[in-house]
């Protein structure tokens, strides 16, 4: 499953030093898109492919977060990520392309992070779901934007994402 924000962690992990550290990919939604993919009788590919549709989106942000945060508390999403982070062998970089509450930021910090909001130029948000308004209230360490048409000043301003990684990290 990748979405436009996988992409994006994607390049960002090219510019990472792989030969000392083991770079992985950690999502919040993961479980929700495997919940629901289980639910619907489709798989979690299917419900990536499809997220953008407003059944499959409205039944994402209910189960996720109207649903399992009040059936299991508002932190089970972070406890699930937590789960998968410790699976992860040290030393490593884990990228969290999908942070949507100041809950999540917070830990992230907490544990020595950093985060990286990517900010598309143009693009605005009428979605007025908590999932996709808290995320205005989080504020970045760092804010890298992709204005969609010059790929090179993303890419630099992706480097410096990465020098400031290094440098930060000791890497």
């Known amino acids: 499953m990748q979405s436009g924000k996988d992409t994006a962690a994607k390049n960002f992990e090219k510019l990472l030093p792989r030969y000392s550290h083991p770079i992985h990919i950690l999502h919040f939604a993961a479980q929700i898109k495997l919940d629901v993919a289980a ?20 039944l994402l942000q209910w189960y ?17 990520l937590i789960d998968a982070v410790v699976r992860v062998k040290d030393p490593a970089i884990i ?19 950093v985060v990286v909001r990517v900010e ?12 996709e308004v808290e995320l205005d209230k989080i504020v970045p ?19 410096w994402m990465a020098d400031f990684i290094k440098e930060r990290f000791k890497l």
């Open 95 to 113: 990228i969290i392309p999908d942070v949507r509450f100041t809950l999540e930021a917070d830990w992230i910090r907490q544990n020595n992070g």
């Open 39 to 58: 639910a619907i009788g489709q798989t979690p590919e299917w419900v990536e492919e499809h997220k953008k549709d407003p059944v499959i989106r409205h």
């Open 120 to 131: 598309r130029v143009g693009q605005q948000n009428t979605d007025t779901h908590s999932s």
């Open 141 to 159: 360490d760092w804010r890298l934007t992709n204005n969609g048409t010059n790929s090179r000043a993303y890419e630099l301003e992706c480097r």
């Open 64 to 80: 996720g977060n109207d649903y399992a945060k009040n059936e299991w508390g508002q932190d089970v999403w972070l406890q699930k």
